[in-house]
């Protein structure tokens, strides 16, 4: 079944994460017309490489015309002019970055197989929980429904304030009428009625008037109140949800509803403006004693600026924080040299700001951090918000070709000669802009969440461990000496972060018992673990026992492994992978001779191993264990093939694979069959030179156990189907 068709399956809250991540970057007519040509496409590697990207993007747009040829001959006139619509975008839009729609169709894929992991994981973890609080899908409604009903009520106010202005106009015609005349004609009492019926029309006025600034002054408070509580929680919270999503965890959605939020109450504020301008406007023309309007108008106004001035500052958010393209699974990990991009969003979408807010990027300003070392950017640092990038029409503005570069030291100090190492060491990228508008100047600043700067790729796994404890540990987001007294963490609360790494990375989470085996390798045997803190130390920087690796440069390089040598068998959940000796043999003991498990090496990094169940001719259970397989012999030979080739020699008996049935009890072959490579034994045709032919070879892994039970060596048999002979080979362990 491919990925695309279990993601259908999916229950409709998980169906609603899915439709969050495609709008027209990727539409999501495209994902479901083309599902399985898309998902049998390397868009990771593509992501690297710009001439592998451009391949892919010429032959997606082929795909999109025989899709367009097919319609069309089922005379589909919406699909057709939506397939229209789709090719025209994607090739205006990636024409010249074909590398861009290959990250955007990876990162959808990897979504996909994250969510896919969660609906199949049997409960949420806290920070997930957490994140999905019915109290905070309240609040969103409840905001939405204030700033629409502040909305009309400014509008109403509108309404009054042209009553009052026609009831000025009436009454300053009617009162220059009787100005004009004689002062015999005054006398009249014709004309003492006009003069207690503009008296009447005065204090109308004047009750008017005070009334429109009653009004104008709910409408002010009601706004200040909104931005004070509620919209203020819903920021805070949509950048708390991307830090989650920064470290794996749920996608974060919900910038689109505050964007129209905050550009409703910009629009209100600017009304409420225009309202007392048009005020301060019948001042001039009219007043008199007791006249609200000289009193009242200058508070409200200065009220007005001051909540347009926070509205906007708070409005400039980091849409997507710092990434490099090459690494999208590990943002806010930047390398010297290597281009990163970041995008920012003004959440006030008005159509006088687009291309008039030039946004200039900085690293470090008027920020101590506790490294000696100093970067600049390279690259185009300033650039223009506008309205055409985004495919949602937000005004935003992304940055694509920063590099940072390190500044010499005329001292001569390298970052790692304090207490920190390099990947201890945070940095910041601000953002400052100004907006000039209807007779306002507002400065707009903005940072990054914390980055941590790298020389060289072997740092990337430890400083990913630094983003990953600090966004689980602090929601402040310019805490650079973090790491002068790093916190601890809730271990409940990182075991649920390190299943996201597996479900954004390799496309599976953990469950519950491969979790408990993690919690046992940080904090040994507990009865649970809910309540323990584990130090930053414990899980980055000491050394397992007996060990010379940490937790976490164990945890990372089994993360490679699953990524390029068995992904395929780790998304289909056949690696049963953190399970300890001790559970091994009590998941094995009672099960049919020849069924086997996979596991992960607890003594080399970045080895997985198998090990199957045997009886003796006295019925004891025996137990054997193969050498972990580590990249550079799984680079040489598929696992799946190693499985499905192993053979064992017993004393002077026939070679056989003792491998019968995956735990608890599959077949071999029905579990890695479809991702066997070829036949071991099918044999090529000797090359063109007759006699000179060779005769082909294929490599078979084999194990030698004598009946005595000693341990013996693992063997790589070269065979022909005329002979085989031995090659020095790795250990084999047999366990009883």
Known sequence: MSQWSQVQQLEIKFLEQVDQFYDDNFPMEIRHLLA??????????????????????QNLLIQVDEQLDRVSQEKNLLLIHNLKRIRKLLQGKYHGNPMHIAVIISNCLREERRILAAASMPVQGPLEKSLQNSVVSERQRNVEHKVSAIKNSAQMTDQDVKYLEDLQEEFDFRYKTI????????????????????????????????????????????????????????????????QIACIGGPLHGGLDQLQNCFTLLAESLFQVRR?????????????????????????????????????????????????????????????????????????????????????????????????????????THVKAMNMDESANGSLSVEFRHLQPKEMKS???????????????????????????????????????????????????????????????????????????????????QLLEVLSWQFSSYVGRGLNSEQL?????????????????????????KEHLPGKSFTFWVWLEAILDLIKKHILPLWID??????VSKEKERILLKDKTPGTFLLRFSESNLGGITFTWVDQLENGDVTFHSVEPYNKGRLSALPFADILRDYKVIMADNVPENPLKYLYPDIPKDKAFGKHYSCQPNE??????????????????????????????????????????????????????
């Open 516 to 540: 408990n085996m993690l919690a046992e390798k940080l904090m040994g045997q507990q009865v649970s673990y809910n309540d323990y803190q584990l130090s930053w130390a414990k899980f980055c």
């Open 573 to 578: 959940g056949y690696v049963m992978g953190f």
């Open 683 to 736: 044999v090529s045709k000797p090359s063109d030179g007759g006699g000179k032919g060779y005769v082909p070879s294929v490599f078979i892994p084999v194990s030698k156990i004598s009946s005595s039970n000693v341990s013996k060596r693992l063997c790589c048999a070269e065979r022909t189907p005329e002979s085989h002979s031995d090659r020095n080979c790795p250990e084999l362990s047999l366990l009883n």
């Open 179 to 242: 100005q004009s005349l004689e002062q015999s004609d005054k006398n009249s009492a014709l004309i003492k009625q006009e003069m207690l019926a503009l008296q009447a029309m005065l204090n109308t006025l004047d009750y008017k008037r005070k009334e429109v600034l009653s009004k104008i002054g709910r409408v002010i408070h009601e706004i200040d109140m909104l931005m004070s509580n509620m919209l203020t929680e819903e920021l805070l919270d949509w950048k708390r949800r991307q």
């Open 36 to 57: 399985q040509w898309i998902e049998s496409q390397d868009w990771e590697a593509a992501s690297n490489n710009e001439a592998m990207a451009t391949i892919l993007l």
């Open 275 to 379: 309202q007392l301008e048009k005020l301060d406007e019948l001042l001039t023309r009219l007043t008199y004693d007791g006249d609200p309007i000289p009193v009242q108008r200058p508070q409200l106004l200065e009220k007005v600026n001051f909540l347009l001035y926070n509205l906007f500052r708070n409005s400039f958010v980091v849409e997507r924080q710092p990434c490099m393209p090459t690494h999208p699974q590990r943002p806010m990990v930047l390398k010297t040299l290597i281009q990163f991009t970041v995008k920012l969003r003004l959440l006030i979408k008005l159509p006088e700001l687009n291309y008039q807010i030039r946004v200039k990027a900085t690293i470090d300003k008027n920020v101590s951090t506790v490294s000696n070392r100093r970067f600049v950017l390279c690259g």
């Open 410 to 492: 005329s001292a001569g100090s390298k970052g790692n000669e304090g207490p920190h190492m390099v990947t201890e060491e945070l940095h910041s990228i601000s953002f400052e802009t100004q907006v000039c508008l209807y007779g306002l100047t507002i400065n707009l600043e903005t940072s990054s969440l914390p980055v941590v700067m790298i020389s060289n790729v072997s740092q990337l796994p430890n400083a990913w461990a630094s983003i990953i404890w600090y966004n689980l540990s602090t929601n402040d987001p310019q805490n650079l000496s973090f790491f002068n007294n790093p916190p601890a963490a809730t271990l409940s």
